[in-house]
């Protein structure tokens, strides 16, 4: 069975460092584009950014760039979303998503990291 | 940067026919996808490429485009398509979401 498996539920502080996972199983990982979406309170889905695991090509959305930072390591099928300084507005869901067509949509998604950044 | 519309909210009867709509400029030269998502759930393709339906998709949903406009149609509408919809379509190398539909079935 194909799927994603991402990090339980975070609870940080403003200024802290996180970073979050999503494990890929089911399927040859490194060859598909997995992408990043946010959800804040009461909020849409917003596309964060991709990362291509075979090469580690990354791209973000210009509304992010320079926020968060994605990376992955394909030599366990996981990616991962880091944030060096969180802050309040961070708080949100964060879901990973496999990439079909390049990363032109996405059919195969994770269940969700809960963040919650606050003093 | 590229803009989907979506009306925010959607109210439909059991068994009858649910449309959501996304506009956006250009639509009819760019693919349109679909999503569904409920609370504490992984979001989920209901259609891609406009009109094709992912496998294990039932067959009360279809899509449809004209002109700037894609359309998802759910025929029969029951209660377990309450939930978020969302469209989206990939423009100049960036992935765009509509605001989403909140799907009610009253």
Redesign the interface.
Known sequence: EMQLVQSGLEVKKPGESLKISCEGSGYTFSNYWI?W?RQMPGK????MG?IYPGDSDT?Y??SFQGQVTISADKSISTAYLQWRSLKASDTGIF?C?RG?EG?????L????TLVTVSS | ?YDLTQPPSLSVSPGQTARITCSGDELEDK?A?W?Q?KPG?????VI?QDTKR?SGIPKRFSGSTSGNRATLTISGTQAMDEA?Y?C?A?DS????????TKLTVL
Do not use: H, I, K, N
């Not at chain 2, 190398?93 to 989403?100: E, H, L, N």
């Open positions: 992408g979406v849409g889905l917003e596309w991709v791209r959305s210009p879901y998503a079909t990363f032109r949509y996405f059919d998604w994770g269940r969700g | 940067s693919d996808y999503y998502l759930q992984s979001p989920v393709l891609y992912p978020d969302y989206q990939w190398g960036t992935v765009v979401f509509g605001g989403g």
